[in-house]
């Protein structure tokens, strides 16, 4: 079956960085855009960032514009989250998700009813 698994969390404090990754099974990865979600606690759930199925386009939510990176390698069915100059803010639960097959040609974009199959988080804390 499809599965996304989303890993690397843990404590960090504020200013420094980690790097999240979901691997991808059961499914031609390279044919579908991969998001990133965090939920943090007693707070809904928002998009912070996408890739395309190439790589070639990306979205960033503006709280994390400049400080986070996605990327992703296809041979390794693969989607990173590089996340630098991190916040006590940034404290959520992340997950990656895939994106609907029919928005494959779209613009790379976070709204959760274009998003198919979700990974179970991991978590990220950013205290001192």
């Known amino acids: 079956d499809v599965q996304l698994q989303a890993s690397g969390g843990g404590l960090v404090e504020p200013g420094g960085s980690l790097r999240l990754s979901c691997t991808a099974s059961?499914?031609?990865?390279?044919?579908?855009?991969i998001g990133w979600f965090r939920q943090a606690p007693g707070k809904v759930r928002e998009g912070v960032s996408c890739?395309?199925?190439?790589?070639?386009?990306?979205y960033y939510a503006d709280s994390v514009k400049g400080r986070f990176t996605i990327s992703r390698d296809n041979a390794k069915n693969t989607v990173y989250l590089q996340m630098n100059s991190l916040k006590p803010e940034d404290t959520a639960v992340y997950y990656c998700?895939?994106?609907?097959?029919?928005?494959?040609?779209?613009?790379?974009?976070?709204?959760?009813?274009?998003?198919?199959?979700w990974g179970q988080g991991t978590l990220v804390t950013v205290s001192s």
């Open positions: 998700a895939r994106r609907r097959w029919d928005f494959r040609l779209h613009m790379a974009t976070t709204s959760e009813s274009e998003y198919d199959y």
């Open positions: 059961d499914f031609t990865f390279d044919d579908y855009a």
């Open positions: 890739i395309s199925s190439s790589g070639g386009s990306t």
